[in-house]
């Protein structure tokens, strides 16, 4: 399960609150109206920033409170591994892969973190275990601390 994008966009988003607080400082009690200008352009950057990591999260890995809870409650099964593309990203040393899936019958491409140590076994044919939302199937936590 990753989430690092998620924590990323978190930091913005409480820099951007802390420095908006900041510029309305500067403006009403100070009158500083040039510090209260470069407050304002470094809220709106790290605001942006922030935005643009959470919806990377969101639409790479998912939620991390929905990541969280399926982790935590999902239903336990296997996911046999039928396709593995790798994409250009990494979080530190970890590969960010597009791994096609089937559970229950049915085929899913998930974009996944895969811990280093791993990536030599990511194949066709291997069986993940993960968890899946009960709720939303196509939702799915590999549990990497069980992969043989």
């Known amino acids: 399960m990753s989430t690092t994008f998620g924590r990323i966009g978190r930091a913005f988003l409480i820099a951007a609150a802390v420095s908006g607080t900041a510029a309305f400082v500067a403006l009403l009690l100070l009158g500083a109206g040039v510090t209260a200008m470069v407050l304002g352009i470094i809220t709106l950057v790290t605001g ?18 929905v990541l969280a809870e399926v982790a935590a409650h999902g239903r336990p099964t296997g996911a046999v591994i ?11 040393a970890h590969p960010v892969m597009k791994l096609t899936v089937t559970t229950d019958g049915t085929a899913r491409e998930h974009c996944v973190l895969v811990p280093i140590h791993y990536v030599v ?28």
């Open 48 to 65: 942006i920033q922030g935005v643009v990591w959470t919806l990377i999260q969101a639409r790479m890995f998912g939620r991390p409170s």
């Open 82 to 92: 039928t396709r593995v593309r790798t994409t250009s990203s990494s979080i530190g």
């Open 121 to 148: 076994s990511i194949r066709p044919g291997l069986t993940l275990p993960v968890r899946i939302d009960r709720e939303h199937p196509r939702v799915l936590v590999v549990e990497w601390d069980l992969v043989p």
